[in-house]
């Protein structure tokens, strides 16, 4: 519960992911803001609808501004932000459902553009807040609430889809080592472009993948989730389609090139076309 | 029919396919009347294809200013036998010609036609591309437009610092000339144009749309996001061109739901932010606009209505959106309405709008219409310097920022903090405290829903006309339909009925006054271009006498027939 | 206070935190009051999280069909402090008691309140899982409920044929009875239960989305597409699990935009289609509704209101989705609307809305409420037999088909073919002619419209009722309030007061009897739980007098509240 | 102008690359029906709002069924058809706008579901209808009356997103040989699940590439347009991942394969589990 409202607030399930999420979403902030001595306000967080989403109302100490909009539009609010505002440190934090689904069609575009926008993604492959239905991550073959005979359409692999976007900073990462995670995330917000951490973040309720992510060491059953190779050159496309097209959860960078930015873009036009004042706009009209 | 008539008003119109230059004609004939002192107003109606299909361009030219487009046209240029065969029933009976394309076209029956073969005096003016002048020569000479008046036109219009200049204006002004020998020789003529009585102040020519775009710019708009779409694309291509300023942004985004999300955005970050779209971009902003104005964001969304329900009719007038634009979302929501009736006041309200959504913390929308928008007229040059660009109320304090309280005893609200300065909260489209952390306790959603609705009050300084409160029936017309109503009801003003005028460019909240007035009314009757009766049934619930007279036509009213169907309206309420 | 009073009627309430087993507390005790011949009806509110934070649920028990969830709570369960605090002022003044959890909760001051250690006592009737069993032990002692109705009820429930049943059996028998003993030495008692008065016919218990959903299965729904949402994702949940047959599709999609549009897909080819979903879908869905009016494509949208506007209150209870429903999108539209009052109706109109979607072929909205959606009712067992599975019209007969004629004398529609038969047209979204191709002339557009707006007439024979027409004051609540408005009319009626009652499941078109009949009334009080009064807003856009008791907390009404706010009403509007 | 409304309808311009998709589609939709001995009425088209989505009004002969409906939604519309009545021939006709831009969010979830559907896009690199707005499909720099300076952001390669969504017929063409295009359209008539026909169909209006597509003969520029190498195998992914990354434009079948669609899976799921009538589930209230 937040200190700001003690009356009446949203909680996870003990357990949930989201902590993790948030811990590391709080010491990239902290260190953001510290290294590039800017007012904790220009922190600004833009929320989608789920259980992940609640994080903007939960960031412990001074708080960053925050927007909590509807579900799926994130991006779209955020691009709002970004380019009206370059100077800001523009933040999504959304779910699986909210940006993969329903807000899955903001993904290329805003790609396409490059906006200095940094989203962290709280996969859980369920739809936790409404109670457990399929998510595009959810597994063919699940039961959830909404597939109670199985999931039968196939499984989308969101990393292979930023990769094909063309969104140029790529990390993966779980919530259970939140430091290792914010180091990704502060690394994501200091890229200027558009960049995404994409995390698995259990939902312990309806899906709880605690056990698959980290195997069992007794049993001898190893984790979905691998440390990228020390190798692995995160600005080879290639190499880094390869990295997503393996079986498990890549935990790392996967791929960053530096194009330019859309305000950067349009700073360029601007610089060489001439400027347009209201005046001469007006006068263009005289009789 | 040799006598001349001395006329304020003629109506020319060009009618012919898409793709033949209709517009570019109607366009000449108003600027080169206005620069003569004129007043003009063009209107123009197309298929929603690209090249051909049945189309047509006029201008009404008057020594006063132009309220509608019309009742019948008094010079009918007809380009092909389709053309004429639809647009002859609108010719004046009295004295109108009609020109036609004699290549292509075999007038039926006797009347006032004569032909014009304009491609090949063109070709003999020594300009294959000047058919355009050949006929616009016949029209001067119809109307005894003076020729000089269109040859300084034509000198401006050529004169682009380049080798072929001369020559161009030397064959358009024989081009001309030879329409005008044609016209004369015909022996009709419809009348004589009466001098003009030019304003004492500058005047510009420029369309509704661009007017807005204008106003918003000027009143210091930020960021423009938006996505194409009939008959509101206009005003995205002109901030693209136009909006390109140090710390603007513009930008042609994926769909409407990313464009209303992206003003959202942009509001909430501290920018002047609007969007503009037609019918179908504006249901797809529902949702997005029930979260501005729950989360209390400032932007403007700009409607720009045509046909509707669905696709529609894209090219064609109504005025069909009122719900759908009064309550666009779901939940207790009442949007500020504001709604242009002239170009001018295009201009006004783009800016107003943007000041609006500022001092309210709140979405604003501005319903314009095809018609409106897209027609051209000279209207007075607006001083920039007394456009005011209004900033919403930011003075930062603490941080934990009470953005939300309920508002003052004088109904001032809370400051809205911007990022990047003291004092966070979140904007929450989830029902919320003050500081916007989510809460769904009973006091609190009572709270902010009077909140929500009780700012609208502070909205109070649009202009509305009140006229002739002694009587008991008044006219009150909406948006594009104004200036035709003003027509019609100036005609029955002149019958001697006792009727009086109210207008309001702000449909919500309807100023008190306004609003004081039409209570004490026994019938309002309301003009509007679509089948409910929209504006009537609204302020029906808002306890106004008001019943409508509709036309779900595609097309606007004409005046003499909406000067009836009032009539007709008055006779049949007053009998109940 | 040991004098019995004997009761026809008892609140039970549990409270305490999310995934506490609350909801599952107040079934099974409408369950097993159900199966002794009771009405019962629950009602449960509890925040948008999904384990913990503030949560409660009740059942209504009654000898007589249960109408609200009543003024006050006789029998109180609170688990922890923070309920004691929140719920205490709901417990009935005269015979309430309250139980709580001597654990988690001291009470502050006096009153009948007694602690129960339930989960030592499970412990000690050998089922650590008892201690729901231990609470309504006391529950039950306390309203003098026979112990052994429970008991069958709990042979029934754990005999699933495992080798354990016998013995966790027992153990919930044990526990029962040590909650009694501990009711019994606390020396409180709320009253006796009078005794049961079991209907005739046969029941079920089933919530409102439920019978929603069975309604339309029953009346032969082929397809089902739906995004989850609260409260409407139990009705995908269910489709999910029941709708799986031969022939039958049902699938969970990317978005609601997806739905509309699938549905509109799946009713033009022929079947009978629905999604569901609340407020921020519906907003979403706008443009998809639009094109269904448009086209005339027979499907159903259920808007299963919340708290809005935008995320608004998701897990609240609201009746302000009305306008957005009504006038969903751009253009002139104006849909059907069925809001069913009970669970009963829910059933009923699960049916009735897919028939209408194939009689006037077009879209219909159901608008279900959350209180009424999640709530569980013992009703009358529908009998499948007499659910009519009306398909529309689709008689083909040559290509090239005027689908989309204009109206026939007696308002009969053309046929609308399917796909696969003779008689292909295109269903069109832009304005178009009889075969559905595109023209945007004047004759056709008016024609469509009036074709679209006459065929509502098709829908004549929804459910209404009609009480008292000799008096000038009329109650007429809507949708879910229906009951709870029923209960203040019947305690107003019994103080004398000369008041009718107007109920109608259909708000749109309003059945001809109803319309008139509310056109003689001097007022039409309209109780609703929104901020606009949007119900009466729009009967007074029809010329009907009515005004508005209206409610915005995210709580349904309290049936003596209400009472004396209509009272209050009448008088101020009497004085007027 | 189609015979049936001789009073007012939709025109391309002349020489609009739309021409010769409705040549082919014609061309495809008569084959089809006449091997499957089908009634030509099962076939149904839905269109999206562009001036390609008129092809619906104008298909000569004996009309197949058609739906008209809104911007970018002509994917779920199809898919409500397609998985309600598997039987029919459910045809999408769209442009880059309508398919890529509003209406792309719909292309990765179809393709997960893989629906009886087959799309047929009509890419001119612009939006006609609305007279020349830049498209997904634009080029980078290009100047259209929205993007007077230029367009800024990365132009999308739909070939490529189509195979990353694994959308299992994909093939590309132009207009200029109807004949060879109604070849493909046909194969993914045939072709059970979902399968996109992309089709470089060029606005003469606002965007005439017709000489870039196929070169200058005389000048010896080279277009374009380049027909697949015979050997290429379209069952191997990799092969046509590689085959879309290349410059150009590839003429003929890229990627195929066979998974099931989404109405077999869920006969299957039908089949496997006991069927559920309605007294039953009613039964299961009583009290
Ligand atoms: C337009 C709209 N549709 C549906 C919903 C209901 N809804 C709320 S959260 C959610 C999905 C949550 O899933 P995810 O995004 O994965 O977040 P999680 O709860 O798992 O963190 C849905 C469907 C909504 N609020 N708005
Ligand atoms: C919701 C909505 N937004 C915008 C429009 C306007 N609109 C009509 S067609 C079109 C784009 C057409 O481009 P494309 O899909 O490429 O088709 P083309 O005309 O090039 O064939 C747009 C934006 C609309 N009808 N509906
Ligand atoms: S339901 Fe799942 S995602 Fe939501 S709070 Fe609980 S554990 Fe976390
Ligand atoms: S504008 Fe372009 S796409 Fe549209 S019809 Fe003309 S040539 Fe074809
Ligand atoms: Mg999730
Ligand atoms: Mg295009």
């Known amino acids: 519960m937040s200190e700001r409202n003690q009356e009446y607030d949203f909680k996870w399930c003990p357990g949930c992911g989201d902590f993790g999420v948030k811990r590391a979403l709080e010491m990239a902030i902290n260190t953001f803001t510290e290294e590039f001595e800017i007012p904790r306000t220009s922190n600004v967080i833009v929320a989608g609808i789920g259980c992940s989403g609640n994080m903007v109302h939960l960031i412990d100490g001074e708080q960053p501004f925050g927007i909590h909009g509807i579900h799926g539009r994130s991006l779209p609010i955020a691009f709002g932000i970004s380019s009206s505002r370059p100077d800001l440190n523009t933040i999504v934090v959304a779910g699986d459902g909210d940006f993969l689904s329903i807000g899955g069609e903001h993904i290329a575009p805003s790609a396409y553009r490059n906006p200095n926008i940094t989203c962290i993604v709280m996969d859980n492959g369920v739809y936790g807040l409404t109670k457990g239905q399929s998510s595009p991550t959810s597994e063919t073959g699940q039961i959830t609430t909404s597939t109670p005979f199985g999931k039968l359409e196939r499984k989308m692999n969101p990393l292979e889809l930023y990769l094909t976007y063309g969104v140029s900073f790529i990390a993966s990462h779980y919530s259970s080592k939140p430091k290792l995670l914010s180091d990704f995330i502060l690394e994501a917000m200091k890229h200027k472009g558009m960049s995404i951490v994409h995390v698995q973040s259990p939902c312990t309720t309806y899906n709880d993948t605690y056990d698959i992510l980290k195997g069992d060491r007794k049993k001898g059953i190893p984790g979905t989730a691998f440390i990228i190779d020390e190798n692995h050159d995160p600005t080879d496309y290639d190499k880094a389609k390869a990295l997503v097209a393996q079986e498990g959860v890549p935990l790392g960078l996967i791929y960053r090139k530096e194009p330019a930015t859309i305000n950067e873009l349009q700073n360029k036009l601007i610089m060489d076309n001439p400027s347009k004042n209201v005046e001469d706009i007006l006068s263009s009209y005289s009789i | ?576």
Chains 1, 4 share one sequence.
């Open chain 2, 1 to 576: 029919m040799n006598q001349k008539i001395i006329s304020n008003d003629f109506v020319i119109r060009f009618a012919g396919e898409g793709g033949q230059g209709l517009v570019t004609s109607a366009d000449a004939a108003a600027k080169a009347a206005s620069r003569s002192g004129y007043y003009c107003q063009t209107f123009s109606t197309f298929p929603s294809q690209i090249m051909g299909g049945p189309a047509s361009s006029q201008v009404r030219i008057s020594t006063t200013q132009v309220l509608s487009s019309g009742d019948f046209v008094d010079v009918l240029v007809v380009l092909n036998q389709y053309a004429f065969d639809n647009h002859i029933q609108d010719l004046n009976q009295e004295n109108g010609v009609c020109i036609y394309n004699a290549q292509d076209c075999v007038p039926s029956g006797e009347g006032n036609y004569f032909g014009i073969d304009a491609d090949k005096l063109a070709k003999e003016s020594g300009n294959t591309r000047a058919a355009n002048m050949v006929i616009l020569g016949a029209v001067a000479k119809l109307i005894d437009f003076k020729l000089e008046s269109i040859e300084s036109f034509i000198k401006d219009r050529f004169s682009r610092g380049r080798p072929g200049d001369e020559e161009i204006i030397k064959s358009n002004i024989i081009a001309l000339s030879s329409g005008a020998k044609v016209a004369e020789k015909s022996g009709f003529n419809v009348g004589s144009l009466a001098p003009s009585k030019p304003p004492k102040h500058d005047q510009i020519i420029i369309s509704g749309n661009a007017a807005l775009s204008l106003g918003a710019t000027s009143a210091g708009l930020d960021s423009y996001y938006g996505y194409p779409i009939s008959p509101a694309t206009t005003i995205l291509v002109w901030m693209e061109q136009n909006l390109v300023q140090k710390d603007k942004f513009v930008f042609q985004v994926s769909s409407e739901i990313e464009a209303i999300n992206n003003v959202i955005g942009a509001g909430f970050s501290g920018k002047k932010a609007m969007t503009a779209t037609a019918g179908p971009g504006l249901s797809l902003m529902s949702e997005g606009i029930g979260l501005a104005w729950m989360a209390e964001i400032p932007c403007v969304i700009v409607d720009v209505q045509r046909g509707g329900p669905a696709t529609g009719l894209p090219t064609k007038s109504e005025q069909s959106d009122l719900f759908a634009c009064m309550f666009p979302a779901h939940g207790d929501v009442r949007l500020p309405i504001l709604a242009p009736g002239t170009v001018e006041e295009c201009f006004i309200i783009g800016g107003l709008a943007l000041n609006w959504a500022e001092r309210y913390q709140g979405p604003v929308i501005i319903m314009s219409e095809f018609s409106l928008a897209d027609r051209s007229e000279n209207i007075k040059k607006p001083i920039l310097s007394n456009v005011i660009d209004e900033r919403r109320n930011s003075k930062s304090s603490d941080n934990g920022f009470k953005r939300y309280q309920s508002l003052g005893k004088n109904g001032e609200l809370s400051a809205m903090p911007i990022p990047g300065n003291q004092a966070a909260y979140v904007a929450n489209g989830s029902e919320h405290d003050e500081i916007g952390d989510t809460t769904h306790l009973p006091k609190h959603h009572i709270r902010l829903t009077e909140r929500r609705f009780g700012k609208l009050s502070l909205l109070n300084d649009a202009h509305f006309e009140i006229e002739n409160t002694s009587s008991e029936i008044v006219i009150m017309p909406w948006g594009s339909s104004k200036g035709v109503a003003r027509e019609a009801y100036e005609k029955l003003i002149s019958d001697n009925l006792n009727i009086g005028w109210i207008y309001s460019i702000c449909l919500n909240p309807l100023p008190k006054e306004v609003l004081n007035e039409l209570r004490l009314k026994k019938i309002v009757i309301v003009p509007e271009l679509n089948y409910q009766g929209q504006w009537s049934s609204i302020m029906r619930m808002d306890g106004i006498n008001a019943v409508s007279v509709t036309q779900y036509t595609g097309l606007p009213f004409k005046p003499s027939e909406l000067a009836e169907k009032i009539r007709e309206k008055i006779k049949q309420t007053m009998e109940v």
